[in-house]
């Protein structure tokens, strides 16, 4: 039950990703910098730190997947990627207490270098064209993405907190 | 099974990546039919994408309407002018076009086939969130008689090419996603046609850029650039964009032209489909001295 509505979750942020978001952050888009939405990517960080890092490897690897079918030119560059970062973020968090701070510097490190393999994973493959890796502009997707984690941390932990016992620390 | 894994958990992740690397290996090149899993899953995703983006579309619309009122006044005015002077031009384009065909039939020339197309209206339901591919889906697909690489417009202009075709969506490839080989041959319409290829894009200015364009050629900024219809699936005379600056290239031997694309990428909500009528062979046909005059100079 408790599956089937983070599923749920997952799915309508996957939509809202490439429709709704896309509208409203339409006029930003032709900038130099960019509001990319990882909404989903900040939901797996979520998973991995409550719920277990291996269950968050599959969840977004997963999720990749589906961004790589309907989206992209490669399968397996997102769902690398996406299955990579919240796996690193759980391993990176046995060492801490989980507070509201120390997540969100974990989201926007873990956005920021998000974008970094996915350029890597695309460059690759000739998929870039010649242009270099701009780092500033991906700072504003780090903070956007935040800034999201900021409005659902309260609600997403509680519900996270009552699937499972707490918080599992390397012990899967 | 699950025990080996834990032992050899090297072994596993190496043989994970190494099969990762070969599917992306695998998947990088152009696939206009993807594979049935695929379909089902992007036609399925599309009917979803479909019902949320249209309501969307049409809420962030009303706001942009409120934001357009303020400016109407002015606008009205303006557009009042230039009504004016348009009444003038289609008098004008009727006179011409009815000279021209005279003169055609004087000459005994045909109608050019390289501009001849039909279309097919299409809605967009997603587009994609990332950087690299500037990829919109519609929810038009192979059933509605889509094909790969057929040409997708706005009424403002030329915006991509249909990528990969699903039953009941498609992938259209951005003009912006040009850097990958989707070169498209334009015509800069000036005194006399100037011959191209548009095969650049610069994301910093939104800008595409149109390379080796010979020295001696006149060319200027506010120039119309449209497509030249030779080759490929693309028909002749769909507008692109407006020349906003010319550079000399790197080795200074020919010149570059920044084109500004007409038509609005950021804001794309009805598309439309173009099935060229004539596609040109792929084989160079051997001229034929009867037909000398045809209408495919222009």
């Given at each position: 039950m408790k599956w089937g509505i983070l599923a749920t979750i997952l799915a309508g942020v996957f939509i809202l990703e490439g429709t709704v978001i896309q509208i409203f952050i339409a006029e930003v888009?032709?900038?130099?910098f960019h509001f990319l939405p990882r909404f989903g990517l900040v939901i797996i960080i979520f998973i991995s730190l409550y719920l277990g890092r291996r269950k968050a490897f599959f969840i977004g690897l997963v999720y990749g997947l589906f961004i790589d079918l309907l989206y992209?030119?490669?399968?397996g560059a997102y769902a690398f990627s996406m299955a990579v970062i919240p796996y690193l973020c759980a391993l990176a968090y046995q060492y801490f207490q989980l507070n509201v701070l120390l997540v969100l510097i974990t989201v926007f490190i873990g956005v920021y270098v998000h974008e970094i393999i996915g350029y890597v994973m695309l460059d690759l493959f000739g998929l870039t064209g010649s242009e270099p890796f701009g780092?500033?502009?991906y700072i504003p997707t780090a903070i956007l993405n935040t800034l999201f984690t900021a409005i659902i941390y309260r609600p997403l932990s509680i519900f996270l907190e009552t699937m499972g016992e707490g918080r599992i620390d390397g012990a899967v | 099974m699950s025990n080996f894994f834990v032992k050899r958990r090297l072994l596993a992740l190496l043989l994970s990546l190494i099969l990762l690397v070969i599917i992306m290996g695998i998947t990088v090149?152009?696939?206009p039919f993807p594979t049935w899993p695929e379909r089902f899953i992007r036609d399925s995703f599309s009917l979803v994408q479909g019902v949320v983006y249209k309501p969307a579309y049409a809420v962030a619309g009303f706001f942009e309407n409120i934001k357009h009122m303020y400016s109407a006044f002015e606008e009205n005015k303006d557009l009042k002018q230039k009504m004016e002077q348009y009444t003038q031009m289609s008098a004008d384009l009727q006179e011409l076009k009815i000279e021209n065909e005279q003169l055609r039939d004087m000459l005994d020339a045909k109608e050019s086939k390289l501009s001849d197309y039909k279309v097919r209206a299409a809605e967009v339901i997603a587009r994609s969130p990332e950087r690299w591919n500037h990829t919109v889906i519609i929810d038009r697909g192979e059933k509605d008689g889509i094909r790969p690489n057929m040409a997708v417009i706005t009424p403002k202009g030329y915006i991509g090419r249909i990528q990969s075709v699903s039953n009941y969506s498609s992938q259209v490839e951005l003009v912006?996603?040009?850097?990958?080989?989707n070169h498209i041959g334009a015509i800069i319409q000036g005194k006399e046609h100037i011959f191209g290829v548009v095969e650049g894009y610069d994301p910093k200015n939104n800008l595409l850029i149109m390379r080796k364009?010979?020295?001696q050629s006149e060319i200027s900024p506010g120039q119309l650039v449209i497509t030249s219809?030779?080759?490929?699936?693309v028909p002749k005379g769909l507008v692109m964009g407006e020349i906003v600056a010319v550079r000399m290239d790197d080795q200074f031997l020919t010149k570059d032209a920044y084109i500004k694309p007409n038509a609005d990428l950021q804001k794309i909500e009805k598309v439309f489909v173009v099935e060229r009528s004539f596609v040109p062979p792929t084989e160079i046909p051997v001229p034929n001295p009867t037909e000398k005059g045809g209408g495919t100079r222009s």
């Open positions: 888009i032709g900038s130099a992209g030119d490669v399968i780092w500033t502009e | 090149k152009d696939r912006t996603d040009i850097e990958r080989g364009i010979p020295m219809g030779l080759g490929g699936t």
